[in-house]
């Protein structure tokens, strides 16, 4: 037996909707359930609320994702809603991530009943989950799953997440398993709709931005991957390194292997830094994470986060008074958010800890002079005005004129 148990990936903010999604499954249990409620209800929910293939209602596509066969159809389902389902949530947030689930539980029920050549009646979550689980994988694709492993004694292994969902999950379970041993009474059609729903829309939804982009998603880990493979691609031919480093001129000279294998493993170095750093500060350790940054420019400088992790690294400095530390987070945040809607207080920010905390009276006019034009909140500008009238008497200069500025 092999169970997930939790990943490694932080939740961004509480799973209140996925806690919903398997209170209603549960209560949906406890009320429809004959040994519970009652031998009537049997027929009542055969009849309304699960899935008639040959014949299915619109209320049917939905009810049937709530029904479940007994506790331990329940328990798996809910478990492995669990274990993926809050960090998704915590991405896509609270209504479109209901919207996702219960999308992917229609589209496995009309996946299945086309799949059927005579009657069946569906029920169960597992479409759903199945649809949560790839979303999971297209969503954090390099992440490590802790899965507890029962083989005559228990123990718990982290395997990456892409071997987890797709070797075991999806083929082993609902392919080469079914062929071998039979599929029994479980819909694996349905499985393999959800699974596909899950993986489609949530690349869409990374692909339009539906949801917020960033460097652990799939289309990133594509987009790494492809400029590794068109770099050795360049590299691979004759005389391109020396070109790339003495220009046209250089007598060309054979690739070495081990160098392309050396800038391969700086790129994979580099990428698992920036995942450890966002990681760390999804998870609330901030010092970590500030000091795996510094470990990350100190392999590529330049490196920039996202837009909420890298303020958050500048703040964290600015707040243990590591100015320098803070002003180069911060001038990275400028220069790559250049239109957030921070970038104007943060310019403002920069120029003051220039010019009050590290003296560097050009650097701090270059940002006064520019913010002092664009401020719009009086107090602000005031403030901007003042500091940039200080900085230019220690320059030696004319103090600014906001008629001409």
């Not at 997440?161 to 479980?186: F, R």
Request: proline share 3%.
């Amino acid at each position: 037996m092999i169970l997930p148990i939790r990943t490694e990936t932080g939740v961004r903010r509480s799973p209140t909707a996925n806690v919903a999604l398997i209170s209603v499954n549960v209560l949906a249990f406890l009320l429809f359930h004959e040994k519970l409620a009652g031998g009537a209800m049997s027929q009542f929910k055969e009849q309304f609320l699960f899935l008639q293939t040959h014949a299915p209602s619109v209320t049917q596509f939905f009810t049937y994702q709530f029904m479940h066969h007994d506790i331990m159809h329940l328990v798996g389902n809910m478990l492995f809603l669990w274990v993926f389902g809050n960090s998704v949530n915590g991405k896509m947030g609270h209504g479109p991530y209901v919207l996702f689930y219960l999308g992917g539980g229609v589209f496995a029920g009309w996946g299945h009943a086309a799949l059927q050549d005579g009657a069946s009646t569906l029920l169960g979550a597992s479409g759903a989950v199945a649809a949560i689980t790839t979303a999971y994988l297209a969503l954090f694709p390099r992440s490590r799953v802790t899965v507890l492993i029962w083989f005559f004694i228990i123990h718990f292994v982290e395997v990456p997440a892409m071997l987890l969902i797709i070797g075991k999950v999806v083929i082993w379970d609902n392919m080469i398993g079914p062929a071998a041993m039979g599929s029994g009474k479980i819909a694996h059609g349905a499985h393999l709709a959800g699974y596909l729903y899950g993986f489609v829309g949530a690349l869409f939804m990374l692909l339009v931005r539906g949801v917020q982009r960033d460097q652990f998603d799939i289309l990133a880990v594509w987009k790494r991957w492809n400029q590794r493979r068109s770099f050795a691609s360049v590299m691979a031919e004759p005389g391109a390194k020396s070109r790339a480093q003495f220009g046209t001129v250089a007598r060309p000279v054979e690739f070495d292997p081990k160098m392309r294998a050396a800038e391969d493993a700086k790129l994979d170095e580099i990428a698992n830094l920036r995942e450890s750093v966002s990681d760390a500060i999804e998870a609330g350790d901030i010092s970590g994470g500030a000091a795996k940054y510094l470990e990350l420019w100190e392999k590529s400088e330049g490196q920039c986060m996202s837009e909420r992790h890298q303020l958050v690294l500048a703040r964290h400095f600015y707040g243990l008074k590591e100015f320098e530390r803070a002003a180069s987070a911060f001038d990275r945040y400028v220069a790559c958010y250049t239109n957030s809607v921070e970038a104007d207080n943060v310019r403002l920010l920069l120029g003051i800890i220039y010019a009050r905390d590290l003296k560097d009276y050009e650097a701090a006019d270059k940002h006064l002079s520019a913010m002092v034009i664009v401020m719009r909140d009086d107090k602000r500008k005031s403030q901007c005005l003042e500091w940039l009238r200080d900085v230019r008497t220690a320059l030696g200069r004319p103090a600014p004129d906001l008629s001409t500025e």
